[in-house]
């Protein structure tokens, strides 16, 4: 069975950065979407960016484009979210989670790291 541990959360000030790391492990996930979402309390969980990994092509949701980067280490098996010129708005859980080629959902997902930002 996969897995996935992120890592690399914590409090940073507004303007601040932070690079969130995802370890995989237990299963193959070279040609697997690998995803990054979060969610703030009250809110719903929205998609934050993702990545294909055989290909490395990209996508980020309009409120992260410009600040984020996710990119992925292939020898470590493990995926980042580099977080710059954060904002108070970005405080939230952060999830990593993977999809396989034939899937329209997720099928792994990790505990999630808390990201604080104070303002």
């Known amino acids: 069975q996969g897995q996935l541990v992120e890592s690399g959360g914590g409090l940073v000030q507004a303007g601040g950065s932070l690079r969130l790391s995802c370890a995989a492990s237990?299963?193959?996930?070279?040609?697997?979407?690998m995803g990054w979402f979060r969610q703030a309390p009250g809110k719903e969980r929205e998609f934050v960016a993702v990545?294909?990994?055989?290909?490395?092509?990209?996508a980020y949701a309009d409120s992260v484009k410009g600040r984020f980067t996710i990119s992925r280490d292939n020898a470590k098996n493990t995926v980042y979210l580099q977080m710059n010129s954060l904002k108070p708005e970005d405080t939230a859980v952060y999830y990593c989670a993977a999809r396989s080629p034939a899937a329209f959902e997720y099928d792994y997902w990790g505990q999630g790291t808390q990201v604080t930002v104070s303002s």
């Open positions: 990545i294909i990994w055989s290909t490395g092509n990209t």
């Open positions: 237990g299963r193959t996930f070279s040609r697997y979407a």
